[in-house]
T-cell receptor
C-alpha cells in the first residue's frame, strides 16, 4: 500500500533552536519527494523537491535529505523563527508510466510550534 | 501574479443539499487538481484535469461528486447530495507541466472548508 508516515506528529521548540522532522514512505513507483509547509488557513506551499538521485536539497534555512534506499527523508530547520510555526507535510510523487497522473501521496504532517 | 483562488472559503450546508466549489488556477496552467482533507487524515487526491479533459479521476469518492472544467480555465466541484462524511477541506492546485518525470510544482489554493450538518 502506498503510504507516507511522518514523525513526530507535533513538536514544540524555542525560537532560534534547530529541529528535524522525519518521513518514511512505501510508495512505488517513486518519482520524487517533496516537503510542503502549510500555514493555518492556507494551502500547502512547496519547500523542496528531490528525485531519487538527489540526497539533499536546501531552501534557505530548510534542508531536506533523501535516502532512496531506506525510503526515508528528513527536513531540518535551522535557527527557527516564529514564522516557521506551521504544518510540514511530506509528499511522495508516484510515477505511473501508463499515462495517468503523477500522483501526490501525502503524509499527515508534523505540526511545528515555535515559541518565543 | 494571482495565485490559485478558491471560493467560497467556507461553506456550511445541511445533509442532502447541493454545494458547488470553485477553483481559479494560475493563468496559463493547463493542469488542475482537486484534493480533499478529511478531519484528522492526510490530503488525498481526487482528480486531475489537463485543460478541459479529465486525465485521472480515480480519487473521486462516488458519483455524488462531479467536477467540470469547461473551457479549460476555472473548475467547479459539485457535491450532490451532500453527506456528513463529505465534510473536510477541499484544495485545488494547478501546475504548468506534467510528465512522468516532471518535477512539476503544484501551487495550492487556500482551500474550501465544507461542513455538512
Amino acid at each position: 500500500k502506498n503510504q507516507v508516515e511522518q514523525s513526530p506528529q507535533s513538536l514544540i521548540i524555542l525560537e532560534g533552536k534547530n529541529c528535524t522532522l522525519q518521513c518514511n514512505y512505501t510508495v512505488s513507483p517513486f518519482s520524487n519527494l517533496r516537503w510542503y509547509k502549510q500555514d493555518t488557513g492556507r494551502g500547502p506551499v512547496s519547500l523542496t523537491i528531490m528525485t531519487f538521485s538527489e540526497n539533499t536539497k536546501s531552501n534557505g534555512r530548510y534542508t531536506a535529505t533523501l535516502d532512496a534506499d531506506t525510503k526515508q527523508s528528513s527536513l531540518h530547520i535551522t535557527a527557527s523563527q516564529l514564522s516557521d510555526s506551521a504544518s510540514y507535510i511530506c509528499v511522495v510523487s508516484a510515477n505511473f508510466m501508463s499515462g495517468a497522473t503523477n500522483k501526490l501521496i501525502f503524509g499527515t504532517g508534523t505540526l511545528l510550534a515555535v515559541q518565543p | 501574479e494571482a495565485g490559485v483562488t478558491q471560493f467560497p472559503s467556507h461553506s456550511v450546508i445541511e445533509k442532502g443539499q447541493t454545494v458547488t466549489l470553485r477553483c481559479d488556477p494560475i493563468s496559463g496552467h493547463d493542469n488542475l487538481y482537486w484534493y480533499r482533507r478529511v478531519m484528522g487524515k492526510e490530503i488525498k487526491f481526487l482528480l486531475h484535469f489537463v485543460k478541459e479533459s479529465k486525465q485521472d479521476e480515480s480519487g473521486m469518492p462516488n458519483n455524488r461528486f462531479l467536477a467540470e472544467r469547461t473551457g479549460g480555465t476555472y473548475s467547479t466541484l459539485k457535491v450532490q447530495p451532500a453527506e456528513l462524511e463529505d465534510s473536510g477541506v477541499y484544495f485545488c492546485a494547478s501546475s504548468e507541466s506534467q510528465g512522468a518525470w516532471a518535477k512539476n510544482i503544484q501551487y495550492f489554493g487556500a482551500g474550501t472548508r465544507l461542513s455538512v450538518l
